[in-house]
């Protein structure tokens, strides 16, 4: 009876599954975490970096826009409201920077697409040797922007140039590139084109791949020549892809920069002599860095954020008329 009474007062065992239902409640919800915060924490690097280097410098531009501020002095601000943009509105230099810009971006933005065009339709036809053509069409792309300028400063040389050279073989005689306003565009222009043709073929060439082959039978079919078959298919087909590489290519006219700086080492930001090819990254440039003007700069570079704004407004409603119209 007494080790009866002992048994039955004694306290109960916890069951043995209670440890393991906690770990498998744990595991549970860490899995319910993960899946439903871990897609947030893989992207999240590039949300920190992007505030960091890409969020804050606008927001800061667009703040020490509307003050007077220099680079020796950034903390000390005098609020000036909109005077630095209106003072653009007046600005000779910023228009003519404006001008070269646009001038700039034309004459190399055009025969470079163009180019590109042409050279990804050869590609894409069964050429041999095909992967190698493409390695060298992407070496431009890779060279240093310095490397390549230099390069050009020397062909594009007044008395011992290779341009002079040749043009000298036809009887033309020695142009002045570097100090003429359209020799010196087309010359900065000509460094932009072999730097970026081959980029925007291959993205062309891409494109290419992507379009169903019975478009090019039906038309082998019907008698169209490569060219023909080049006009009336494979144009209509990448009309999604030009849009972006002119989107893209005006972007980087707008932002042209180390081509101009070093054609004419000695002229610095100015641009030439007589400012014949000083682009807005120039211009911003020189208020900025050799003027020590932070504020200005910051206006010069919020009004090319406004210009590209209202270019891909524009793109955007040539787009939705095009659509309308179909």
Do not use: K
């Amino acid at each position: 009876m007494a080790s009866e009474t002992t048994t039955t007062n004694a306290p109960a065992a916890p069951p043995r599954h209670t440890a393991g239902a906690a770990g498998t409640a744990w595991r549970g919800r860490g899995h319910r975490w993960a899946a439903r915060w871990g897609p947030y924490a893989h992207i999240a690097p590039f949300f920190v970096l992007f505030a960091a280097f890409g969020l804050f410098p606008l927001l800061y531009t667009g703040w020490a826009s509307l003050h007077r501020v220099e680079l020796t002095a950034p903390t000390d601000m005098e609020w000036v409201g909109l005077r630095n943009y209106s003072r653009l509105l007046t600005d000779e230099f910023f228009w003519n920077a404006l001008r070269n810009t646009v001038t700039i971006g034309l004459l190399s933005t055009v025969p470079q697409l163009l180019m590109a065009l042409g050279i990804a339709h050869l590609l894409h036809c069964r050429l041999r040797g095909s992967t190698f053509f493409r390695v060298v069409a992407l070496t431009p792309y890779a060279t240093s922007v310095a490397a390549a300028t230099l390069v050009f400063v020397l062909i594009f040389g007044r008395d011992f140039g290779l341009a002079n050279w040749v043009l000298g073989l036809v009887g033309v005689h020695p142009v002045d590139w570097q100090n003429g306003t359209w020799t010196s565009q087309f010359a900065v222009s000509t460094i932009v084109i072999w730097r970026w043709t081959g980029y925007n073929a291959l993205i062309y060439l891409a494109a290419m791949q992507a379009i169903p082959g019975e478009l090019y039978e039906s038309a082998a079919l019907d008698g169209a020549s490569r060219w023909r078959q080049l006009v009336h298919v494979t144009v209509p087909s990448l009309r999604p892809t030009i849009l972006f590489t002119c989107v893209v290519s005006t972007i980087g006219a707008l932002q042209l920069f180390g081509e101009p700086l070093l054609f004419n080492g000695s002229a610095g930001a100015t641009g030439g002599s007589d400012h014949q090819f000083q682009t807005l990254g120039l211009y911003l440039y020189e208020q900025g860095w050799v003027n020590l003007h932070l504020g200005r700069a910051s206006a010069i570079a919020w009004a090319m954020f406004l210009i590209l704004l209202l270019a891909g407004a524009v793109v955007a409603l040539l787009g939705a008329y095009r659509r309308r119209a179909r």
